[in-house]
């Protein structure tokens, strides 16, 4: 079976430090990966999205970046974190393109001081 | 306006309610998914629907594509089902998601 793993659940980080969101996806190939913000009072809000390694598909300008080294891995970035960074970071996956079922991981929540 | 609404916002019931929850777009979709969102922010897929209804034990999930409305229906609720429940369209290969009905079942 599927499994979507995040790390880590919980962070605090100060403003102006780097970030580094782990998720990685266990028993699936060639999944497409999702990278979702859920902000304080706010409903989930889509970030970036890969349908391939190294292919990245930004939604919205914002402070971060995305990455995808290898098939099941997806990787959240960010040089230097905003207040305005603070949520709850959310990585799906689904198994094609289109408006197939999304599977969602367990979650980062990052609060940046 | 966003282009998923749901309605209500928040829902209190006491243990053993009939409960509806609604969503309404105003986007073009091919499916609509509800999710459920629990306290510690895990998100599990309920239903995937282009049409029709689907159900789950004791989760109902409808479609009304002409109008663009859905409906989560949840009976005999029990306390466990205190969630956050969230709808969401997928539209072009992504998800449009509302913002969430936070549902407290009392026992």
Not at chain 1, 11 to 29: D, I
């Amino acid at each position: 079976s599927q499994t979507i793993h995040q790390w880590p659940a919980t962070l605090v980080q100060p403003v102006g430090s780097p970030l580094s969101l782990e998720c990685t996806v266990e028993g699936t190939s060639n999944p497409n990966l999702y990278w979702y913000r859920q902000a304080a009072g706010r409903g989930l809000q889509l970030l970036f999205y890969s349908v391939g390694i190294g292919q990245i598909s930004s939604e919205v300008p914002q402070n971060l970046s995305a990455s995808r080294p290898q098939d099941r891995q997806f990787i959240l970035s960010s040089k230097k974190l905003l207040l305005s960074d603070s949520g709850f970071y959310l990585c799906a996956w689904s198994a094609l393109a289109g408006y197939n079922e999304q599977f969602f991981g367990p979650g980062t929540r990052l609060t940046v001081l | 306006k966003n282009e998923v609404e749901q309605s209500p916002q928040n829902l209190t019931a006491q243990e053993g309610e009939f409960i509806t929850i609604n969503c309404s777009y105003s986007v073009g979709i091919s499916a609509l998914h509800w999710l459920q969102q629990h306290p510690g922010g895990g998100i599990v897929s309920l239903f995937m629907l282009s049409s029709g209804k689907k159900k789950h034990g004791r989760l109902i999930a409808t479609i009304n594509i002409q109008e663009k409305h859905s409906s989560l229906h949840i009976t005999a609720s029990h306390p466990r089902d205190s969630a956050v429940y969230i709808c969401a369209g997928g539209s072009q290969g992504n998800l449009i998601f509302g913002k969430g009905t936070k549902l407290s079942v009392k026992p």
